[in-house]
Structures are given as structure tokens and as C-alpha cells.
């Protein structure tokens, strides 16, 4: 949880950095209009109170031979806390499950998963997530293709809500 409430420049920080997470902080600093030393303390202190939480590179999981994306909505046969706690750690455990979303109503996880072809899809379907224990049904739906995959957060909505807030 955030330490203090992050302010404008904060905010332009951290959507610099999540548009090109590879920047140095020199031409951060200069995007954001600070001088070197302190944007790094702001970073620094993004990144210890939680509201930086990582950089990553988008990979091409087509080109890398990953040909197979699909979802898959898992309903549990109980919803327990420690039995939803024991599919969450399981998830974790899966090198395919990329992402692992609790949902509310009927449906209990939502399933973002890629596999290097149907057989390792097929394979991992029936071999460890439906026989896996509490799991009641899986539905899958495999993606055709996607129209937009971008990750965090619309900086620029949060900007122009915050703008019609003050």
C-alpha cells in the first residue's frame, strides 16, 4: 500500500515508465520536467511503496513458438477460503497460466494461458487442470486473434478524472 498519495509528477512518472519501462532516468527526468537526482528518489520511492511493482519486456509468444492462447473459466466445487488460496498457489505452479483472475458470480477463475501447440494445450487441459482437485468444470475458449493487448493502467483517464475532481 502506498506510503503517501502520488502527485502529478508521480503519476507522469509512472506513465513514462510504463510506456518505455527502458528509459534512462536522465531522459526521465526530462520527460517529466525534474531535474536527474530527484526523479530517482521519486522512482525509488514509487517502487518501495508498491506503485511500481516491476518492469518487463512484451514478448512475441507467436514468434517464440507459443502458436496456442486461450482462456479458461474454471468453476470451483468449493469456495472456501483455504480452497481458493490452494487453486490460487496451483496456478502459480503452471508455467502455461500467464494470468489467474478470481472472478465474483458463476464462473470462480478466469485463465489466461498459451501452449507451444493444441497437444500441449490438450495435454495440460487434461492432465492437470480439470483432474486438478476442487475443480468442478472448465470451459476454454481458444483466441483466434486479439485486437488489443495493452498492459496497466490509462494514465490519461486518471489524469482527466482527477482534473474534473479538483
Not at 474454471?74 to 490452494?86: G, I, K, M, P
Amino acid at each position: 500500500m502506498a506510503a503517501r498519495k502520488p502527485d502529478e509528477i508521480d503519476r507522469h512518472i509512472m506513465a513514462e515508465l510504463q510506456a518505455d519501462g527502458r528509459m534512462t532516468n536522465v531522459e526521465l527526468a526530462g520527460r517529466v520536467g525534474i531535474s536527474a537526482p530527484p526523479c530517482l528518489r521519486r522512482v525509488r520511492s514509487l517502487e518501495e511503496d508498491g506503485l511500481i511493482t516491476g518492469y518487463h519486456a512484451g514478448v512475441d509468444a507467436r514468434a517464440l513458438g507459443f502458436e496456442v492462447a486461450f482462456f479458461a473459466l474454471v468453476r470451483l466445487q468449493s469456495q472456501a477460503v483455504s480452497d481458493l488460496a490452494d487453486f490460487e498457489a496451483r496456478c502459480r505452479l503452471w508455467p502455461l497460466v500467464r494470468e489467474c483472475h478470481m472472478l465474483n458470480g458463476d464462473i470462480d477463475f478466469i485463465l489466461r494461458c498459451v501452449a507451444p501447440d493444441l497437444a500441449s494445450f490438450h495435454a495440460f487441459l487434461t492432465d492437470e487442470l480439470v483432474t486438478s482437485p476442487n475443480v468442478a468444470s472448465v470451459k476454454t475458449s481458444l483466441v483466434i486473434r486479439s485486437a488489443k493487448d495493452e498492459p496497466g493502467i490509462p494514465f490519461d483517464v486518471l489524469e482527466e478524472r482527477l482534473s474534473q475532481s479538483a
